[in-house]
């Protein structure tokens, strides 16, 4: 466990975990910002989940990563309770999924978001949607606004910012 700025803490997600991540998804899931996700699905894949606590030990924030093969790894899912939000956990939880894809052997990361702003502070940038036909044909066949998606799609090239010199690894 490891701290970002007290009193959060960002950990590995566990099975007991997956009731809160719903809960903490569920009323952006209206406002389109997510996708649904149902306890059992999120229990399913909860290797993929890194949970924020805050000192009470309370979910306050979490992220996820879904791996899509030959080094593409994509950061969804990410909320943060709104009574947690301004104090960076948002940042902090992708870079944390970058390291966590990075130790996956991920040469590539990528977002779709209705805010991308988060993202482009940290690396990422815009690009087509049509560079994720995996995604496309996986997740957004299924999503209510696939014929007017809203998203930006953002991209974070780990081997091209690796060699650069001056950037800071997550």
């Not at 809960?23 to 059992?40: F, I, K, N, Q, W």
């Not at 779709?112 to 940038?125: A, G």
């Not at 994720?132 to 998203?151: G, L």
Request: proline content about 7%; glycine content about 8%; charged content about 25%.
């Amino acid at each position: 466990m490891t701290s970002v700025d007290s009193p959060f803490c960002i950990r590995k997600a566990v099975a007991d975990d997956a009731a809160a991540v719903a809960a903490l998804l569920d009323p952006y899931v209206p406002e389109g910002l997510v996708l649904p996700r149902p306890p059992a699905d999120i229990l399913r894949h909860i290797d993929n989940f890194l949970v924020a606590e805050n000192d009470g030990g309370r979910a306050v924030g979490s992220v996820a990563l879904r791996d899509f093969g030959n080094g593409l790894e994509e950061v969804r899912s990410l909320v943060v309770h709104p009574y947690s939000a301004g104090h960076g956990l948002g940042s902090e939880l992708v870079r944390r999924a970058v390291s966590m894809a990075v130790g996956r052997g991920a040469t590539r990361v990528f977002a779709l978001t209705m805010r991308p702003k988060i993202f482009e502070r940290l690396h990422f940038l815009q690009v087509g949607m049509s560079m994720f036909p995996q995604k496309v044909w996986s997740d957004c066949v299924q999503c209510p606004k696939r014929d007017a998606c809203d998203e930006v799609a953002l991209l974070l090239d780990l081997e091209r910012h690796f060699a650069d010199p001056e950037f800071q690894p997550c």
